[in-house]
Nanobody, 121 residues
């Protein structure tokens, strides 16, 4: 059974930094595009950052550009979101998404269960 497991969330003060990680497990041959989304209470889920399968192309929401960095580690089948200069409005549940492939076909998009990030003094 394939799964995505997020880690690294928690409470941080405004201006601080935090690293989120997401690792895929199970019978996975290749991980394609990966992305991080977030959803604040009463808000729609929004795309925060994405990274292409080869790691060459990244995209960021305007609200996080210059503060967040997305990376990937194919050996670990994982992605990280490095967050700096955090603001209260960054408070949300963060979700990892990955496009997964078996040796024979595309498994499809999978989502992590979400991890809480709270920015507060």
């Amino acid at each position: 059974q394939v799964r995505l497991v997020e880690s690294g969330g928690g409470l941080v003060q405004p201006g601080g930094s935090l690293r989120l990680s997401c690792a895929a497990s199970g019978t996975i041959f290749r991980v394609g595009n990966m992305a991080w989304y977030r959803q604040a209470p009463g808000q729609q889920r929004e795309l925060v950052a994405s990274i292409s399968s080869d790691g060459d192309i990244t995209n960021y929401a305007d609200s996080v550009t210059g503060r967040f960095t997305i990376t990937r580690d194919d050996a670990k089948q994982a992605t990280s979101l490095w967050m700096t200069r955090l603001k209260a409005e960054d408070t949300a549940v963060y979700y990892c998404k990955a496009d997964l492939y078996s040796a024979w076909s595309r498994i499809g998009d999978h989502w992590g269960q979400g991890i809480q990030v709270t920015v507060s003094s």
